[in-house]
């Protein structure tokens, strides 16, 4: 047993001391300084060695009993029975970078794979293989593949493409953000983009030298009114914004249309996800009201597979002929072998299958996640589609707890702080609700819950 166990109070602070004694230990456990089977201290003999009365430290531990950092044995005392392995030196515990060994990932952005058909997807991997080879690539995207994108776009987003737009294959979202900074702006040059946002395409714009300028968000996506003057191009994603979920409505994209020509700027539409929708039809895409000023992206990795890696690019002749001399300068092109799965899985009608079949698997799954946050009261923020959604909580400390709690239980949650370009204004969880298996979503998300409760019950905001 430990006797002496360093834990400083404040008792000139707001936080209750209960809340200090539980937060300290949980310090000493990550930190490596109590670990798993270590017995604790009687409450009355760690209150007695504090100065503080029994019922601020039987608070504490109650508090990490509920919490699963704790387990009694009957006559034998309390012992430490979870603790997070150390992170290796260096790294930043807070970073969502890569699923973790062993936790149930519970992050936004990714696929839901139970949806897909294993035939089918198999059947689209040998067509690929057996369609003979080319010598060169195609810089513009695979014929088949550009012409199943637009039949796609048409039928599943109303987008004629191909009649004042073409068709480009991508790389992904991310790629094609950096290949229009690099093709049509220039070093220096402001690009508005949605606060917080999508880090990956913050990245690609900076990889290119652009200065990347924080627009604030509000239900309706992003504040037009506060974009600054001088930017050359908006980044947004109206579909459903990024990470917080709101759905721009009909007046707030004629808004930013009417600003981007009166400003003579383009904007840039990520429709990652706009096809997962549950409740009510989408919204006409940015593209298909002014193909003049906006381009259009998409991606299969949210909707089909990550593996895929492709993506694609509509926009005004000027623009995708800026972005095939960039290829042609640089040598790149995307890789036409997942150009050539998807568009083997779009031939036989698989693609709409496969839309179809998510839109009846996912939604049961977002109603499980909702369910359990509306049982613990938590606030759920977003739109009745994708495949995350947002619960908000009062500050950042709340926000660190939450991610704290459910890691040491097996759970790895994404907090909104790594999404802020700006000072953090928005502080809560972005949840997403596909990547696992049925089985382990059901068993992480009532975890997930459960941490998310108790992050904000200890916020003394909230007591």
Do not use: N
């Amino acid at each position: 047993m430990l006797d002496e166990l360093p834990i400083p109070l404040d008792r000139t602070a707001a936080e209750p001391l209960s809340v200090q004694v539980a937060d300290a230990l949980r310090a000493a456990a990550t930190g490596g300084m109590l670990r798993v089977h270590d017995r604790l201290p009687s409450s009355r003999a760690l209150a007695a060695q504090l100065g503080v009365s029994r019922a601020v430290v039987a608070a504490a531990y109650d508090q990490l009993h509920a919490e699963g950092w704790l387990t009694g044995r009957r006559g034998s005392g309390t012992y430490l029975s979870t603790a997070p392995a150390a992170a290796p030196p260096g790294a930043d515990p807070a970073e969502h970078a890569a699923p973790e060994s062993g936790l149930l990932d519970l992050g936004p952005g990714a696929p839901c794979l139970e949806a897909l058909d294993p035939a089918a997807w198999r059947r689209a991997w040998r067509a690929a293989g057996d369609a003979p080879d080319e010598p060169r690539k195609d810089r513009a995207g695979e014929p088949a593949f550009r012409t199943a994108v637009a039949e796609h776009l048409l039928r599943h987003r109303g987008l004629a493409a191909g009649t004042t737009s073409v068709v480009l294959a991508t790389a992904g979202t991310s790629a094609a953000v950096g290949e229009l900074a690099t093709a049509l702006l220039r070093p220096g040059d402001r690009v508005a983009m949605e606060d917080p946002g999508y880090q990956r395409a913050v990245g690609a714009l900076r990889a290119a030298g652009i200065e990347v300028v924080a627009v604030p968000v509000d239900g309706d996506g992003l504040r037009v009114d506060r974009i600054p003057d001088g930017v050359r191009a908006v980044y947004c994603t109206p579909a459903h914004q990024f990470p917080l979920g709101a759905r721009m409505p009909a007046a707030r994209r004629v808004e930013l249309i009417e600003f981007a020509r009166a400003a003579g700027i383009f904007v840039i539409e990520d429709d990652y996800d706009g096809e997962l929708r549950y409740d009510t039809a989408p919204l006409p895409l940015l593209a298909a009201m002014a193909p003049d000023v906006v381009v259009h992206l998409g991606t299969t990795s949210k909707i089909v597979a990550t593996t895929l890696g492709v993506g694609w690019l509509v926009a005004r002749p000027e623009i995708t002929e800026a972005v095939l001399a960039h290829r042609t300068r640089t040598g790149t092109a995307p890789s036409p072998a997942g150009q050539r799965v998807l568009s083997a899985f779009a031939r036989h009608g698989d693609l709409a299958r496969h839309l179809r079949r998510l839109r009846r698997v996912v939604p049961p799954r977002r109603a499980l996640v909702v369910d359990a946050l509306t049982r613990h009261a938590l606030p759920v923020v977003g739109d009745d589609a994708g495949s995350h959604l947002v619960v908000e909580l009062a500050d950042a400390t709340a926000e660190r707890r939450a991610v704290e709690y459910a890691r040491a239980r097996g759970v790895l949650l994404d907090g909104l702080a790594r999404h802020h370009l700006a000072a953090e204004h928005r502080f809560g969880v972005a949840l997403g609700y596909t990547a696992l298996r049925a089985d382990d979503l059901a068993q992480a998300v009532p975890i997930a819950a459960d941490c998310l409760a108790a992050a904000q019950r200890a916020d003394p905001a909230r007591s």
